[in-house]
């Protein structure tokens, strides 16, 4: 049974008449009649009463015609969800992210994403860096906004956002009246600092800065979450090296100071894996880059 043979039946049931129904089919009456009766040989009960004055559906014609169209129904709408699918319009997207990208880079580029494709199901996984690379390598998430550096060959990574660091000062401290704070300034403070596993470009070039300047940090306290570290200030602990975005986290106990002549940059990147062959990926991935290069 082929499925032209039940588009000819339905045609043949809506006309009860076959040489209207061959018009309809750009067909002529024999070749018609011919499938239909191929049909009903097949299904094993005849489909019309045939006279030479009518032609009449059989009460099993009636219940066949029905569930026909049904199946036909859904066989469309099956078509019609794949085609959406394969154009990214439909489907799922398993995304993950480090707490920082939470700020002011997911969400616009989320909410602008779902606007667009209403369609497509997101679903967020709050992540460390390693887990992210893990679940991206395994197929676990489709995409990760993470930090740099990602060194598996298996994934693709773009930068997507790249800002200047402040200091996060207590509000009571010496320094927090001044307009900017250079790094010779905190070398006897004690330091608040994101962890090398959260953040380990952040991390390894901070240290890195303060020792081009003749010291070491005094890190005393690190942390995996913007909101401790800025807790851990707040509390008067230390003083905080932090992504401009930080200033986000409004606290009437922090202030946040320009570091004066040295740029320490902080980057978010997006990774995801070569194989993977999501489509509604690809539009994510377009949306997100395009969004960034346009800010």
Known sequence: MELRHLQYFITVA????????????????????QQIKQLEEELGFPLFHRSNRAVELTTAGNVFLSQVRSVLNQLDRAIDHARH??????????????????YEILPPAISEFRS??????????????????????????DIGFLHPPVESK?????????????????????????????IKDIKNEPIISLSKEAWSTLYTNFIRLCE????????????TEYQ????LVTAGIGIAVVPH???????????????????????WI???????????????????????ASN
């Open 14 to 33: 809506e006309e009860l008449h076959f040489g209207r129904a061959a018009v309809r089919l750009n067909m002529t009456q024999p070749p018609l009649s």
């Open 85 to 102: 699918t394969a154009r990214g319009e439909l489907g799922k997207i398993v995304i993950g992210f480090v707490g920082t990208a939470s």
């Open 116 to 141: 667009i494709y209403p369609s497509v199901e997101i679903e967020l996984r709050q992540l460390s860096k390693p887990d992210q690379v893990k679940a991206l390598v395994n197929g676990d998430i």
């Open 154 to 182: 298996e994934l693709i990574s773009r930068s997507i956002k790249k800002s200047r660091c402040i200091f996060a000062v207590p509000k009571k401290h010496p320094l927090a009246d001044k307009p900017a704070i250079s």
């Open 212 to 223: 081009n300047h003749g010291f070491s940090p005094n890190i005393v306290q690190e942390s």
């Open 228 to 231: 401790m570290v800025i807790g």
């Open 245 to 267: 975005s930080a200033k986000r986290l409004f606290n009437l106990d922090v202030v946040y100071k320009k570091i004066d002549q040295d740029d320490l940059m902080a980057e």
């Open 270 to 292: 997006i990774s995801y894996k070569k194989e993977n062959q999501n489509p509604a990926l690809f539009h994510l991935v377009h949306h997100v880059l395009h969004r960034m």
